[in-house]
């Protein structure tokens, strides 16, 4: 408070160089790890070298490549010694219950991620930020330790422990986070809830695909959160922990504890080293055999509930059809915000995606009726308009356009689930989840705005979604974009790669058709080949003082203009928030349908004189 009150810079703190005390520290350490490493702490260290996993072999970064050969190479001298004594004093201690030894366990595991060479300083939070940040293995060049007996900062002993204790606390005495409304109202910052964890719970550790211990329809409801196909190697990440906890677990389970790593022959997850194809088969087999289970220890009234973080289309689709397939039906869907955006802009954690879907669901109890993908459409469609009045209801206080979307696409879901594997298309041939997906965002677009102002049902589904979100729209928040997004089969990194729009913080914004048409002139037409870039390129020629002649321009033979450019045109003269762009717009287009009348004309023109020619020769 001195420091700050004299207006010292960083509020008296500093960091200071490498002193000869340091090393004698360091050198300290070093001899007094070599001496007891193989004698009084030899059981509380692990010996062995790294198994051979995708994510300590195969990843961005195969670390025995980079002399990470064996786990104890994670860490320096000064570490294993702390490490290793924790471990024996926990081990050793004379303690009446159990549960306590692995209460201290806890803290050894979250002080073991804050106590390795893999920490590194955060600028951004001022502050070391620990192991598995992101979810990988990356070698860090300046990594970075807190004092094991120091008082403040973060990854300290002190502080793994305090989060041990806390959680015990809570259990006695819970509370949620309050709402922004509520603290507005109230000043308090938590909610006390009259729920404590009640004592005897049964923990078991397993797969969830063999529940054998338990009766079938033994359970009310089941709570489950999924992998997200490829997003995180839970097994290989926990072996990093696991090789250090089975040194005092493996005599009282043995079970669990024996094998040198974590069990992985079932986990679901979509094999990167694997073909797309096979990867993805791989992951549904063994998320069906989840809920094939979860179904079979649900009573017929129970409820399953999960959530399922992912910004690709193509993981849901599969977690949806291996739910389905299971006998669920999907009831109902709702947004939340996402606990994986952590760090500033987002740097780490699951990055791109701030919401959850949280998937209420019951057991089909009746075999799927056979349906018409025209009739079930009718169905989708009443029951949206009349959810859509009720749901609009709550925007003004709670819910944003894309919430309601979110929530819309569910109660489609709910009607295609019920018929699941008997959703016949025109052909009379079964309608897969991914085309379900895509009809029913049809049906949502076409449940949005009035006719003129959809896009135009000619371009391109890329083209189509980009003007949906951002034809008359400068930016809308990330979370916004990737719940709109989802069910269409693409994600925000398409639009990106096109040029169309770029994120900026936590928004994404459009990139200005001025700005985009200026970066075109400057190169090869034929380089023009979407709907979308031509059509910028042409309304931001037809701009006054652009310095280009429009009609010249599509006179030219270095590159073809898309049949759906002049719908998309027409689009933005009806629609485009700007003056300058619904002007420029209109022009492009009247230019455009007279360089298609005149190209038409004059191939009549060369088309008589042609059979004018037969006829001389004849």
């Known amino acids: 408070p001195r420091c700050d009150a004299e207006s010292q810079i960083y509020s008296g703190r500093f960091f200071a160089g490498l002193s000869d005390r340091d090393c004698r520290r360091l050198v300290a350490a070093e001899k007094e790890w070599s001496s007891r490493r193989d004698a009084d702490l030899r059981d509380y260290w692990p010996r062995e070298e790294l198994p051979h996993t995708y994510m300590t072999h195969h990843a961005n970064f195969p670390l025995p490549e980079q002399g990470y050969t064996h786990w104890w190479k994670m860490f320096n001298a000064r570490q294993l010694l702390i490490h290793?004594?924790?471990?024996?004093?926990?081990s050793q201690a004379h303690l009446t219950q159990q549960v306590v030894r692995e209460q201290a366990l806890g803290a050894i595991q979250q002080y073991l991620r804050n106590q390795n060479g893999f920490v590194f300083w955060n600028p951004q939070r001022d502050t070391p930020e620990p192991f598995f940040s992101n979810p990988n293995y990356a070698p860090k060049l300046l990594p970075v330790e807190n004092s094991f007996v120091g008082q403040l900062g973060r990854g300290n002993w002190t502080s793994t422990v305090e989060g041990i204790l806390e959680g015990l606390q809570w259990a006695r005495s819970p509370w949620e986070v309050a709402s922004p409304e509520y603290r507005e109202q109230t000043g308090e910052s938590r909610i006390e809830l009259d729920d404590n964890v009640l004592p005897g719970a049964d923990v078991r550790c397993s797969s969830s695909s063999e529940l054998t211990f338990y009766d079938d329809k033994s359970f009310s409801l089941v709570i489950t959160d999924p992998p997200f196909g490829d997003n995180i190697f839970y097994s290989d990440l926990a072996n990093f922990f696991y090789v250090w906890l089975r040194l005092p677990l493996q005599t009282i389970y043995p079970d669990l504890f024996c094998p040198p790593k974590t069990p992985s022959a079932q986990e679901a997850l979509a094999p990167r080293l694997l073909p797309e194809e096979e990867a993805t088969e791989y992951y549904r087999v063994r998320l069906a055999a989840c809920w094939t289970e979860a179904h079979r220890v649900l009573k017929d009234g129970g409820l399953l509930a999960f959530t399922f973080h992912h910004s690709e289309d193509a993981q849901w689709a599969v977690v949806l059809d291996s739910l389905f397939e299971s006998g669920f039906i999907l009831e109902q869907t709702y947004p939340i915000a996402s606990d994986e955006m952590k760090g500033v802009g987002g740097q780490f954690g699951a990055k791109g995606t701030e919401y959850d879907i949280i998937h209420v669901c019951r057991k089909r109890l009746d075999d799927p009726a056979p349906v018409s993908w025209p009739k079930m459409r009718q169905w989708v469609k009443a029951e949206l308009k009349r959810l859509r009045r009720l749901l609009e209801s709550y925007r003004a206080r709670e819910l944003s356009d894309a919430d309601i979307r979110v929530i819309l696409r569910g109660k489609a879901l709910e009607f295609y689930s019920r018929h699941f594997g008997q959703v016949l298309t025109a052909e009379n041939e079964t309608m897969s989840i991914r085309d379900a997906l895509l009809g029913i965002n049809q049906l949502l677009d076409e449940d949005t705005g009035q006719p003129g102002e959809r896009p135009p049902s000619v371009v391109q589904p890329l083209a189509y979604q980009f003007l949906r979100l951002f034809g008359s729209r400068q930016s809308l928040p990330r979370n916004d974009v990737s719940m709109n997004l989802r069910g269409t089969g693409i994600v925000?990194?398409?639009?990106?790669?096109?040029?169309?729009?770029?994120?900026r913080g936590k928004h994404v914004h459009r990139v200005p058709i001025r700005e985009r048409f200026e970066q075109a002139r400057k190169r090869p037409r034929k380089e023009m080949k979407t709907e979308i870039d031509q059509a910028h390129f042409l309304i931001g020629a037809a701009m006054p003082g652009s310095g280009m002649n429009v009609e010249a321009e599509l006179t030219k033979d270095t590159w073809m203009v898309r049949r759906s450019v002049e719908?998309?045109?027409?689009?933005?003269?009806?629609?485009?928030?700007?003056?300058?762009i619904q002007s420029a717009a209109k022009v492009a287009g009247d230019l455009l349908r007279r360089s298609r009348e005149q190209n038409r004309e004059k191939i009549k023109e060369e088309q008589g004189l042609l059979f004018d020619d037969l006829y001389d020769e004849d």
Do not use: F, H, N, S
């Open 492 to 503: 925000q990194r398409e639009l990106e790669q096109r040029g169309w729009i770029e994120e």
């Open 567 to 580: 719908a998309v045109l027409d689009w933005y003269a009806k629609t485009a928030v700007e003056p300058e």
């Open 84 to 90: 290793a004594m924790i471990l024996r004093i926990v």
